[in-house]
Nanobody, 115 residues
């Protein structure tokens, strides 16, 4: 079993920044791969970024150059630093990992970008 708890969402103006956190119930390096997804109203959930235990990161085109994913194993936490936020970034952001053959999701944190 793995528990994931997201935090850090909120209301921000266009051009602003937020840092999301995903606290895991075990070492993030033991989980090998952790990712952020998001789901906007009326849309399917989409992948945003991935962080591996080897330090590799990957980003969706919509996140490249603006978002940075990172991990702190001492805190069992993965972060998503989001800069230059746009209204189209408004969504519920979810943390995801896979352990064994099971997928785990957090409960999500709401990000709203609006003036």
């Amino acid at each position: 079993q793995v528990q994931l708890v997201e935090s850090g969402g909120g209301l921000v103006q266009p051009g602003g920044s937020l840092r999301l956190s995903c606290a895991a119930s075990r070492s993030i390096f033991s989980l090998n791969v952790m990712a952020w997804y998001r789901q906007a109203p009326g849309k399917q959930r989409e992948w945003v970024a991935t962080f591996t235990s080897g330090g590799t990161t990957n980003y969706a085109d919509s996140a490249k150059g603006r978002f940075t994913i990172s991990g702190d194993n001492a805190k069992n936490t993965v972060y998503l630093q989001m800069n230059s936020l746009k209204p189209e970034d408004t969504a519920v952001y979810y943390c995801r990992t896979i352990n064994g053959n099971r997928i785990y999701w957090g409960q999500g944190t709401q990000v709203t970008v609006s003036s």
